[in-house]
């Protein structure tokens, strides 16, 4: 696709289940970020992957916070045990690189989670 | 670890007027790039201008400049003629060149509003 793309838009969950939330970055871009927005807030830094592996998980707030890349392009973020607080959008970006100059991540639209 | 601050949650301006946006920033990093993004309703982060920190003179992407103050580890953004489709939340955010620094932080944000 020409950017990137995240589903579903939105999710309504109750609080203690399970929910994937799934990205699609930009085709040939190697690095791929998952941040969240919490209301009123800027972005917080996730996890960042390079490839299949997990470059960066220093920002994933605690185990039940987990993500793949499997095959490098498709990323899923996976929460389990869903409490009110994670309610938020869920933002991913995806770049060239990693290198030391620099790359312009594109962000995708995000999915508002709401856990009730 | 580097933080980043925008003092003004709003702000709003008469529409072709002028306005700038404050943004501070902490780091004991002497080579980084700092950005402004602009995010409208449709919750898209958008890049509006980067900054390279090794570099003196203050970027240009043509209504949009920046006031790059290295020393003062200042970093505002104007916006000349302001328009209507300007109107949104604008984001401060830095990033670091080594290795692994892959990651954005972003301030809490500024809500622009601009009135006909």
Sequence with gaps: GAGVSQTPSNKVTEKGKYVELRCDPISGHTALYWYRQSLGQGPEFLIYFQGTGAADDSGLPNDRFFAVRPEGSVSTLKIQRTERGDSAVYLCASSRGPTRTYNEQFFGPGTRLTVL | ?116
């Excluded at chain 2, 604008?90 to 892959?102: E, L, M, N, P, S």
């Design chain 2, 1 to 116: 670890a580097q933080t980043v601050t925008q003092s003004q949650p709003e702000m709003s301006v008469q529409e072709a007027e002028t306005v700038t946006l404050s943004c501070t920033y902490d780091t004991s990093e002497s080579d980084y790039y700092l950005f402004w993004y602009k995010q409208p309703p449709s919750r898209q982060m958008i890049l509006v201008i980067r900054q390279e920190a090794y570099k003196q003179q203050n970027a240009t992407e043509n209504r949009f400049s920046v006031n790059f103050q290295k020393a003062a580890k200042s970093f505002s953004l104007k916006i000349s003629d302001s328009q209507l489709g300007d109107a949104a939340m604008y984001f401060c955010a830095y990033r670091g060149v080594i290795q692994g620094a892959q990651k954005l932080v972003f301030g809490q944000g500024t809500r622009l509003t601009i009135n006909p």
